[in-house]
């Protein structure tokens, strides 16, 4: 009978080699989109710092976007990733500061919804192995800079860049004893470009794509984490619907 018996600390047993799951068989068809998402994530990166640094250059404009009208803004996301060409959904939360609705600022937690599952080759004895299933998982704080560049009444776009730090940890079970291991620490940068569209004045739907560059224990090297980061998304603007139903307005 399996037991609950958790090993945090104490840990017997050594991954020494992994193999990718069946299911990561679709990698080879991914790479060469990977290859172009790279791509597009390093222009947008290289063309927000470059816009950065105009700003900075124009400090009196800089500085503007601080010293105007701000709001709160908070915001929670499903956004899906891969690892090993396998698709993965995240979970995001943040909360920041918007600034005359041109920039952004703020911090965000992440995690993986879903453990990555992929099958280990666990050291018993000497040449003894033994093959297990493995969960891995990773979390991470970031903080986010977003400037908007095209905005009309029904339309905005904009370009996040969010860097982050965490950590990582895998799970794996053996002779019905389940042992933890932590993974040590998750660095990584994601450019990207966000968009939506505004239906309503209190409701719009838009979509996010970038790269995100991962960097996980090198232990994991055998294991692709960088990849291209995708979101599909609904947007109540609560402030607009709530002002909306304070004047007695027609919502639709």
Not at 31 to 48: D, E, H, N, Y
Not at 73 to 78: D, F, G, K, L, V
Not at 89 to 117: D, H, I, N, T, W
């Amino acid at each position: 009978m399996k037991t609950n018996k958790t090993k945090e600390d104490i840990n017997p047993l050594t991954i020494e080699s992994y193999k990718i799951t069946k299911e990561a068989a679709n990698i080879t068809r991914l790479l060469s989109l990977f290859r172009v998402m790279k791509r597009v994530g390093q222009f947008i990166l290289i063309f927000f710092l470059g816009y950065t640094c105009t700003l900075l250059s124009q400090s009196k404009g800089f500085a503007d976007f601080f010293n105007s009208n701000y709001r709160l803004t908070a915001a929670y996301t499903s956004r899906y990733t891969f690892i090993d060409g396998i698709q993965r959904p995240v979970a995001s939360v943040k909360a920041g500061v918007s600034f005359s609705e041109k920039l952004r600022v703020g911090l965000g937690y992440a995690q993986l919804r879903r453990p990555y599952e992929f099958k280990g080759i666990v050291q018993l004895s000497g040449n003894v192995y033994n093959e297990t299933d493995v969960h891995f998982k990773f979390w991470y704080l970031y903080t986010y800079l977003d400037y908007v560049f095209y905005k009309t009444k029904h339309w905005e776009l904009s370009m996040p860049l969010y860097l982050g730090a965490g950590a990582s940890n895998f799970r794996y079970t053996f002779q019905d004893i389940e042992y933890k291991k932590k993974n040590g620490m998750v660095f990584t940068y994601e450019p990207a470009i966000s968009g939506h569209y505004k239906a309503l004045p209190w409701l719009g739907v838009g979509a996010d794509i970038g790269y995100r560059f991962m960097h996980v224990n090198k232990q994991y090297w055998k294991h692709q984490f960088n990849s291209p980061v995708y979101t599909f998304k609904v947007i109540v603007f609560w402030r607009e619907l709530y002002e909306s139903v304070k004047a007695k307005k027609i919502l639709f």
